[in-house]
């Protein structure tokens, strides 16, 4: 028997290139009761980009776990793997947890635990998050391709999920997420 009650499950999703990685990251930087899972990726590394952003793996290496039941929720986006690695319950310590994935990951995870919290991040527009596409150095097909499914996406996460969010202003999104969090800690 655990001394904590089930954790609140958080999940985050939206687009490629409305700011999802800078928000979670700032989420638990404000509150001390979020843990962040990590998740698994064949995806190479961009430039620049932190080597503690996944967990970065060779497909035989992602099959394997996959094989061993070792992921919460997996899915294949845009030609990679990427996956939530089975909670490991003494690393969360009792903190609520908090997960970055795409809609169908999203889904599974709503499907296992009827709970969670999946919140929506939308771009103030089309032409901000191309702009931040950009910046991030990704080739232009892949922009293309991750503008396309992004506007595919829209509304099913705008269906399926408990909250949508317009990230218009970073510090204002973080602030009404923070908020959605402690209404929902609140009424359990
Ligand atoms: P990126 O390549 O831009 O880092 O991520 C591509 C997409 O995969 C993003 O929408 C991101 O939220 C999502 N993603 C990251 N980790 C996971 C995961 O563990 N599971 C699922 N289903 N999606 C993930």
Known sequence: MSDHPDPLIVVVSGPGGVGKGTIVDRLVERDSRLWLSRSWTTRERRDGESPDAY???SAEDFEGR???SGFLEWTEFLGNYYGTPAPDTSAIGGRDVVL???LDGARQVKQQFPDAVLIFLLPPSREEQERRLRGRGDPNDKIFARLKKAEAEEPIGREIADHVLTNDDLERTIDEMLAVIEN?????
């Open 184 to 188: 929902e800690r609140s009424r359990r």
């Open 100 to 102: 970055e994935i795409e």
């Open 66 to 68: 996959i094989q061993a």
């Open 55 to 57: 967990v970065f793996c």
